[in-house]
């Protein structure tokens, strides 16, 4: 599987953006998959996940009620829209996958096969 995610930008605080992650393979529709992110200087943190058939979402604390994760795996592409930014969100965001097989929510970096390249997400005060 090959990730690649776009959508990232600048916004002002309280603003939203849509992140996109779009996938090629064959064990997309069948792998749990995850949003991470990492700040300058920080780990990498996991933001959500969800499941390999979109039943099972999962979301880090700082994140919930302003998230939403979700996928079409009709067009292999997972999203992140992110509503209510703060600059506490600007980070690298990193698409990720795990190798299939019905996967639950990917929400440790561990666990992960296939990383997407990066999209940056700079939120201003």
């Known amino acids: 599987v090959q990730l690649q995610a776009s959508g990232g930008g600048l916004v002002q605080a309280g603003g939203s953006l849509r992140l996109s992650c779009a996938a090629s393979?064959?064990?997309?529709?069948?792998?749990?998959l995850g949003w991470f992110r990492q700040a300058p200087g920080k780990e990498r943190e996991f933001v959500a996940g969800?499941?390999?058939?979109?039943?099972?979402?999962d979301y880090a604390d700082s994140v919930k009620g302003r998230f939403t994760i979700s996928r079409d795996n009709a067009r292999n592409t997972m999203y992140l829209q992110m509503d209510s930014l703060k600059p506490e969100d600007t980070s690298v965001y990193y698409c990720?996958?795990?190798?299939?097989?019905?996967?639950?929510?990917?929400?440790?970096?561990?666990?992960?096969?296939?990383w997407g390249q990066g999209t940056l997400v700079t939120v201003s005060s």
């Open positions: 990720a996958a795990d190798g299939g097989g019905e996967g639950p929510p990917v929400i440790a970096a561990v666990r992960a096969l296939y």
């Open positions: 393979g064959r064990t997309f529709s069948s792998s749990g």
């Open positions: 969800i499941s390999w058939n979109g039943g099972v979402t």
